[in-house]
């Protein structure tokens, strides 16, 4: 479904992706794992549009998108939620929700994919008129990850889902990323925590400062003597 082949990325002067080859199949959970500065977030940018790439290729479903601008990556089927969750905070649950179905213009059709959101995320048709910058970091995750969902992808890229959450609320957000994936979803999924990562995941990568270091199956990567010293200790 997605190849990043050779992919160089940088930042003014520093270069952030040093020559990144990554795969993802249809119906995979794939993960990147790596310190903070490693280039994961700017994996996810480089493929959504939202930075762009120097040389390398990026190509989603056999069509070339390396630096298409983000809006049309996201018709194309590809949504992402960003690290910090980047939701509209002084715009209600509701009107946060539609606007992950921008594109759309049938309203029944934003109606069932609303109800199907609230089936993964039941809190969120209790808080419909509350604004979401008023709600707990959970809620807003599940904000974040429901208005991506608004868009129907066929690939959810997610940025540190788990970031700042309470443990029993990071259960409950890999609990629905294994049930999206379930349902059909292709997801690359970018985590800090290596652990609840590489236990739900199909395959990994190792990225640090830019570059693959180690690539397998995600229980592989999970009982590798090097991954668990530096990720899982």
């Not at 395959?203 to 270091?213: F, L």
Request: hydrophobic fraction near 40%; aromatic fraction near 6%.
């Amino acid at each position: 479904m997605l190849q990043l082949r050779n992919v160089e990325t940088y930042y003014g002067g520093i270069q952030a992706l040093k020559g990144i080859d990554v795969l993802v199949d249809k119906g995979e959970i794939v993960t990147l794992i790596g310190s903070n500065g490693a280039g994961k977030s700017t994996t996810l940018k480089s493929v959504s549009g939202l930075v762009k790439i120097q040389n390398g290729s990026i190509v989603y479903n056999e069509t070339e998108v390396s630096n298409k601008p983000a809006h049309e990556t996201t018709l194309l089927g590809i949504a992402h939620v960003p690290e910090g969750r980047r939701i509209f905070p002084k715009l209600s649950v509701k009107e946060n929700l539609l606007m992950g179905a921008f594109s759309v213009k049938n309203k029944s059709v934003i109606d069932q994919r609303m109800e199907k959101v609230f089936r993964y995320f039941p809190k969120l048709k209790d808080r419909l008129e509350q604004k979401g910058g008023t709600m707990s970091g959970g809620e807003q995750q599940m904000l974040a990850i429901g208005r991506a969902l608004m868009m129907e992808p066929n690939l959810l890229m997610l940025d540190e889902p788990s970031m700042g959450l309470a443990p029993i609320i990071v259960e409950q957000i890999f609990e629905i990323i294994k049930e999206l994936n379930q349902e059909g979803i292709t997801i690359l999924l970018v985590e800090q925590n290596a652990f609840q990562a590489l236990q739900i995941a199909h395959r990994g990568y190792v990225i640090q400062t830019g570059e693959i270091k180690l690539q397998g199956k995600g229980n592989e990567l999970l009982n590798n003597e090097e991954v668990r010293e530096a990720y899982l200790a």
